[in-house]
């Protein structure tokens, strides 16, 4: 997102090529990179930046992550992608810095003309964050709302907390939902659809960990 002082980063992929070489095709503001949250596929490319903001309770996460780097590097080789020609996955290191700003829920950033809110969605793990811009009325969710399969399965997720901040997204007044997976700039009525999901989950007593995959017309649910 660009505004008219500096421009903001929405995670940075999964690092397997520069990332900063097509950011500077598009722009020469100042950049600032929001993480969504910490898991290895939107921290990547971090290392091409200064200015790495993230939610102070996956801080720390930034410094040391949580799995192991064969764990990682398992699931680069699992994603049905082909790599770069130069990328060599024995040089792959997760990124580990100590960030640069602490972002909170109701924070905003203004990067000029452009105020973008930070939005605390806790669930799919537990800073998770979506930024609304909110005069375009765009939401970037992560890994909140996407086509595909929504992830409350691992330890550090929380399919209570999910629900709550799918009901706290759907209050906002939205144009586009961005997600962080899958297609971009999908039907907002994905929102309303994913929490009536939970809210039948939660109904039958099933919005907690138990290993199921409940399926829908365009997601799924992982619990
Ligand atoms: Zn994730
Ligand atoms: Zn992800």
Redesign the pocket.
Known sequence: MLGKEKALLIDTGLGISNIKEEIDKITTLPIIVATT?V?W??IGGHKYFDNIAVHKLEKDWLIKFTLSLTAVKNNLLKKPCDFPENFDISKYKIYSKNPTTILNDNDIVDLGNRKIKVIHTPGHSPGHLCFYDIENKYLFT??LVYYGKLDVYYPTTDPVNFKNSIEKIRKLDINKVLP??YKLNISTNIIDKIYDALIKLQKDDNLKQSGRIYKYADFSIHV
């Open positions: 949250h898991h596929d939107h992560g890994d962080g997976h």
